[in-house]
């Protein structure tokens, strides 16, 4: 199999693939591109708390900010939309008003409901715990204007009330709900705008530029985030036009982004940053599990946990749109001289974040026999899963192993013995919490795979979605039912859960 061919030069992924101009998951998120912006361009002058090794959460800080930023820019183009479509309401001799800008109004309520538990996560890891700080060269009156992209949100929010006064002078005209989806809009963007406003001063010290040196030696805001580059990468690189049944021979850029197709680019962006921060923080919790530091572990892996509950939330967003909006940039269709051309998502799949796997392999799945010939392949399948980096993962110790060595350093027979009810003295209470956590994560994780399940269900029923295993297949990995249709591998394809050690001792538990 070729590897998939490279976009702009970008750094390559490790996958294989059936066609190198395939329309692959790693081009279509610019993946390998959008993980080299969290790296600081210049030596980075940041005021962190002057506490020994907490520089590497640095990459928490950018990625929370790039995190805003990249749904900022979903933000901007749904209000846009959802403005230009109600900018002229029909009149009786028109045609009838559509549901576009309450959909987008919609998927602005819903986003504001996901900032709301990304604001939690942001508060309390990196302004409390933490209080991580960035210098920026923007003048202290201004560092809650940083964003530009917020800003010209602000402007655009003040043409909202026109919304409301259309649907509500437009009588019968007006598609229903348009009035209410406005106000509720409005009501939610204001709460949010109070809340991101004070992260942006708990977390940015403002710096104003009064000479040449300084400009070199503090960054900007966007400088800093690597803007230019971050809200470039939204161009859904997909398979050229094809003459049907011809391999693509080519790679393009989307024609005509639409608002769905930037947001469903964008939500997985943002999963692929924050996986990023997942495996940085288990990196660095292994080694310190390994070494008995085990309250230093369960502090990081209380912050992955954080960002799960985000992101159980955010696989909901897909299904801001309705199935047939996502039909029309899934899969295309021209006839051109007698010939039919398509391109679209398919064969792509999220399956093929390299990221998710790696999380797979270090909490756990290296062992799954399962999971190793699915890792592996089979020549059904239009990609190679196993990628170098991943080849290394299957070489390195896993969450669960480390947790075994921690329990045999203290002598413990079995896991039963690290647990005590609350009113009795416990002389391995740090084990017990980070067992805990441990639950949770593996519970979160689970929480992520029905999450999924659903949300493909909401979207496209039973058929296959962007890739090549369809909803079944994940609803087989969740342990919820067995793929009956277009099996792929031989083997049941149910995941188990990270630390079924640790659940069994739940079952095993007794006050006797």
């Not at 997909?238 to 964008?266: C, H, I, R, Y």
Request: hydrophobic fraction near 40%.
């Amino acid at each position: 199999m070729p590897k998939p061919a490279v976009w702009h030069n970008e750094p390559e992924c490790g996958h294989d693939v059936t066609c190198a101009y395939q329309t692959h998951y790693c081009t279509y998120i610019r993946v390998p591109r959008l993980l080299t912006l969290q790296n600081p361009q210049t030596p980075d002058p940041s005021t962190l708390p002057s506490v020994a090794g907490q520089a590497p959460d640095r990459l928490l800080l950018i990625t929370a900010h790039q995190w805003h930023e990249l749904w900022f820019k979903v933000l901007l183009a749904d209000l846009r939309a959802a403005l230009a479509a109600s900018s002229t309401l029909p009149s009786v001799a028109e045609k009838a008003p559509t549901y576009e800008p309450v959909k987008l109004l919609k998927r602005g309520i819903e986003l504001f409901k996901l900032f709301e538990h990304h604001a939690d996560v942001c508060e309390t890891i990196i302004v409390r715990e933490l209080g991580l700080k960035k210098d920026v060269r923007v003048p202290a009156e201004r560092v809650t204007g940083a964003s530009g992209q917020f800003t010209q949100l602000a402007a655009l929010f003040r043409q909202l009330p026109r919304l409301s006064k259309t649907a509500a002078v437009g009588g019968g005209y007006t598609y229903p709900g348009l009035w209410e989806a406005a106000e509720e809009y409005a009501a939610r963007f204001k709460a949010f705008r109070a809340r991101y406003q004070k992260f942006l001063k708990a977390t940015l010290i403002p710096h104003p530029e009064r000479s040449a040196v300084e400009r070199r030696a503090v960054e900007g805001y966007a400088g800093w985030l690597r803007l230019p580059d971050l809200l470039s990468l939204q161009d859904g690189v997909k398979a050229a036009w094809t003459e049907v049944g011809q391999p693509p021979a080519a790679l393009m850029p989307t024609e005509n982004m639409s608002a769905d197709e930037n947001m469903f680019v964008v939500v997985h962006q943002c999963f692929e940053i924050w996986f990023k921060v997942v495996l940085d923080h288990v990196d660095r919790a292994l080694p310190l599990v390994l070494s008995g530091k085990i309250a230093e572990a369960t502090r990081l892996l209380r912050r992955v946990v954080l960002i799960q509950r985000l992101l159980v939330q955010q696989i909901q967003i897909p299904a801001t749109m309705l199935p047939l909006d996502f039909f029309r940039f899934r899969d295309q269709r021209l006839e051109r001289d007698g010939k039919v051309f398509k391109t679209g998502l398919s064969p792509a799949s999220g399956t093929e974040s390299y990221q998710f796997r790696e999380i797979e392999i270090v909490c756990g799945l290296r062992d799954d026999p399962v999971f190793q010939k699915y890792l592996k392949g089979t020549d059904k399948l239009p990609i190679r899963l196993l990628t170098p980096r991943q080849r290394e993962r299957l070489q390195q110790t896993m969450l669960p192993e480390a947790f075994r060595q921690a329990a045999r350093q203290r002598g413990l027979q079995t896991f039963d013995e690290i647990f005590t009810p609350a009113d009795v003295p416990n002389p391995h209470a740090d084990l017990a919490r980070l067992a805990d956590t441990l639950i949770e994560f593996d519970e979160f994780f689970r929480f992520w795979r029905f999450g999924h399940v659903s949300m493909v269900e909401k979207m496209i029923g039973a058929k296959s979605g962007t890739g090549f295993l369809g909803p079944e297949y994940l609803m087989e990995t969740a342990g919820i039912r067995i793929q009956e249709k277009n099996r792929v591998f031989e083997e049941k394809q149910v995941r188990p859960r990270f630390f079924e050690e640790l659940w069994a001792v739940r079952t095993r538990m007794s006050s006797y």
